[in-house]
C-alpha cells in the first residue's frame, strides 16, 4: 500500500480584540485546502507559508504554492471585504524553490523577502506594481538560509534568518538598501529544533515585541511557540519563552501539525492568517503514480 502524503493547508481567522496569544483562534472563517482530488499532473499539494499585508484598502495573502514535481513559487489572494477573495495567481518564480514570502512597506514602497534557501542567499525584492512584478534589488547575506524576515527596531533593521548548520542568527543594519548586514554577537541566537527556525515575522502586540519559532524537533512543521523579546540592540539579545505549542491543531486540515502564524489588523479587526498539515487523500498517491506511468 503507498505511504500517504501530507498537503499544507491554509485558514483565517478574524477577531473584533487585539490579537491575544492566551485565547484559542476558535473556527476560521476561510479556509484554503490543498487536499482535493487529484486530476492533473500539476497538482497543488501545498498553500503555506501566508503572509498577510493591507495596502490600498484591501488586504493581501502572500503564500508558498507547489505543485507535484515543481519547485515553489509565491501566490497571493485579495479581499477588500473579507467574504470574496481574488486570486492573483503567481507573483513570483525562479528557476529555484521559492516560499515564505515575507512582504513589508517602508518609505512608502511595497518590498519582499522570499526564502531562496535553494540559491544560497536572501535576497530583496521591491515591487515595480505592487502586488506584481517584484525586482531584485540586492542580496542581503549569502549561504543557505531559510524563513528569513526583518523588524524595523529603534532606527535598525535586524534580519532572523536561519541555517541548519548554526541554527537562528540575526544580521543588522541602518540602511536596508545599501548598507552592509552586519552579524549580531550574540549569534546563534538558538541552535534549538524546536525553536531555530521562524513561524513568521516578529511582530508587535501591545506594545511588546514577540518571535515566532516553529518546532522542527523530530517532525517538520509541528508546532508553533512564541517568545518575547524583552532586549534587543546592536550588542544584546534576550527573549523568553511565554507560549509553547500555540496552534490547537484539532481540526481536520491541520491534524498532522502546522508551523506560520501572521496578523494584521483590517477594517477594524485583527485578521490572523496560520497554516496547517494533514494526510492527503490515498487516493491521490495512486493517481500521482499512476500520472508517472503514464507521463
Known amino acids: 500500500m503507498p505511504v500517504r502524503s501530507i498537503v499544507w493547508n491554509m485558514a483565517l481567522y478574524s477577531e473584533a480584540a487585539d490579537f491575544a496569544m492566551d485565547r484559542p483562534l476558535g473556527k476560521p472563517f476561510k479556509l484554503f485546502s490543498s487536499r482535493i482530488p487529484r486530476v492533473r499532473r500539476a497538482h497543488v499539494h501545498t498553500r503555506a507559508d501566508p503572509f498577510l499585508y493591507a495596502a490600498n484598502g484591501k488586504l493581501y495573502l502572500f503564500f508558498e504554492s507547489q505543485s507535484v514535481g515543481e519547485a515553489g513559487r509565491i501566490e497571493a489572494y485579495r479581499t477588500s471585504d473579507l467574504k470574496d477573495f481574488e486570486h492573483l495567481g503567481t507573483i513570483l518564480e525562479e528557476p529555484h524553490h521559492l516560499s515564505f514570502p ?137 527573549e523568553s519563552l511565554v507560549a509553547a505549542d500555540y496552534l490547537s491543531n484539532t481540526d481536520g486540515w491541520n491534524s498532522a501539525g502546522g508551523h506560520h502564524l501572521s496578523i494584521a489588523a483590517y477594517e477594524g479587526r485583527t485578521i490572523v492568517a496560520v497554516d496547517g498539515k494533514q494526510y492527503d487523500y490515498l487516493l491521490n498517491k495512486v493517481a500521482g503514480i499512476f500520472f508517472r506511468l503514464t507521463g
Open 102 to 238: 515575507f512582504v513589508f512597506g517602508h518609505g512608502g514602497e511595497h518590498y519582499l523577502i522570499p526564502e531562496t534557501e535553494a540559491a544560497g542567499e536572501v535576497a530583496l525584492y521591491r515591487f515595480a506594481e505592487f502586488p506584481f512584478r517584484p525586482v531584485k534589488l540586492r542580496v542581503l547575506i549569502e549561504g543557505a538560509y531559510a524563513d528569513s524576515s526583518l523588524i524595523h527596531h529603534e532606527g535598525r533593521w535586524y534580519l532572523f534568518t536561519t541555517t541548519s548548520q548554526r541554527g537562528l542568527e540575526i544580521f543588522h543594519t541602518d540602511d536596508l538598501l545599501e548598507g552592509a548586514m552586519q552579524p549580531h554577537p550574540a549569534n546563534p541566537i538558538s541552535a534549538d529544533p524546536r525553536y531555530m527556525r521562524s513561524g513568521g515575522a516578529p511582530v508587535r502586540i501591545g506594545g511588546a515585541l514577540f518571535r515566532l519559532a516553529q518546532d522542527c524537533a523530530g517532525d517538520y512543521g509541528r508546532n508553533l511557540h512564541i517568545f518575547r523579546v524583552s532586549r534587543l540592540t546592536e550588542s544584546a539579545y534576550e
